[in-house]
């Protein structure tokens, strides 16, 4: 049987000690939080800005593919699904002529992902899919569009602006039918908004 000396055991015990130490100091450090800033007095109904986001120092855009939320059981087909996401597409891509499009991260990259969130007849708890960031901002009974920048490298959260002022009719039942005008209507309003808070913080 082994016997240890009082003198040891202590030494152990520093040594334990100190390895945890070391190691909540180390979980701590991967542990990130950001604070945010509620923008009022836009034109969207409502928007967060990081304090620390740095918007001068982004002169192009990496756009991410269109993110939309349906509740399960929705009666809006797949080729729906990809019409929207081009009428979105072309909106934005009109409104951002001047800007550079790229395809890669970069130090003076924005990343920008917009999504649609149907939450009419539905709650949040009914697409577990979003993400919290998301759901954060999904409001049940309507349909929400958000935008959210974040810098491609580091993929910080820079800002996030939601609107619901404008609410497309999508086929909500079978047999029923997407109105296309009241979509692409939609579109052009969202693209020009984002388009305004481009030209008012971003480097050109």
Same mark, same amino acid.
């Given at each position: 049987?082994?016997?240890?000396?009082?003198?040891?055991?202590?030494?152990?015990?520093?040594?334990?000690?100190?390895?945890?130490?070391?190691?909540?100091?180390?979980?701590?450090?991967?542990?990130?939080?950001?604070?945010?800033?509620?923008?009022?007095?836009?034109?969207?109904?409502?928007?967060?800005?990081?304090?620390?986001?740095?918007?001068?120092?982004?002169? $192009?855009?990496?756009?991410?593919?269109?993110?939309?939320?349906?509740?399960?059981?929705?009666?809006?087909?797949?080729?729906?699904?990809?019409?929207?996401?081009?009428?979105?597409?072309?909106?934005?891509? &009109?409104?951002?002529?001047?800007?550079?499009?790229?395809?890669?991260?970069?130090? /003076?990259?924005?990343?920008?992902?917009?999504?649609?969130?149907?939450?009419?007849?539905?709650?949040?708890?009914?697409?577990?899919?979003?993400?919290?960031?998301?759901?954060?901002?999904?409001?049940?009974?309507?349909?929400?569009?958000?935008?959210?920048?974040?810098? /491609?490298?580091?993929?910080? *959260?820079?800002?996030?602006?939601?609107?619901?002022?404008?609410?497309? *009719?999508?086929?909500?039942?079978?047999? *029923?039918?997407?109105?296309?005008?009241?979509?692409?209507?939609?579109?052009? $309003?969202?693209?020009?908004?984002? &388009?305004?808070?481009?030209?008012?913080?971003?480097?050109?």
């Amino acid at each position: 049987m082994l016997t240890l000396s009082s003198r040891t055991c202590k030494s152990m015990a520093r040594v334990a000690a100190l390895a945890l130490i070391l190691a909540a100091a180390a979980a701590c450090s991967t542990v990130e939080s950001q604070s945010f800033n509620v923008a009022k007095g836009g034109n969207v109904e409502s928007a967060q800005i990081a304090t620390d986001a740095d918007f001068g120092r982004y002169d $192009r855009l990496q756009a991410e593919e269109m993110g939309i939320f349906f509740p399960a059981g929705s009666a809006t087909r797949q080729d729906d699904l990809l019409r929207i996401r081009q009428i979105f597409r072309s909106a934005f891509i &009109r409104e951002l002529e001047g800007y550079m499009i790229v395809q890669e991260a970069g130090p /003076s990259t924005m990343r920008v992902q917009a999504s649609l969130i149907d939450l009419r007849g539905a709650s949040a708890g009914a697409m577990p899919q979003m993400r919290r960031e998301i759901q954060d901002v999904a409001r049940s009974g309507s349909l929400v569009f958000l935008m959210e920048m974040q810098d /491609s490298e580091s993929g910080r *959260t820079l800002a996030r602006a939601a609107d619901s002022t404008s609410a497309p *009719t999508f086929a909500s039942a079978a047999g *029923t039918s997407t109105d296309w005008s009241s979509v692409t209507e939609a579109a052009n $309003r969202w693209a020009v908004l984002f &388009r305004q808070f481009l030209d008012q913080n971003l480097a050109r």
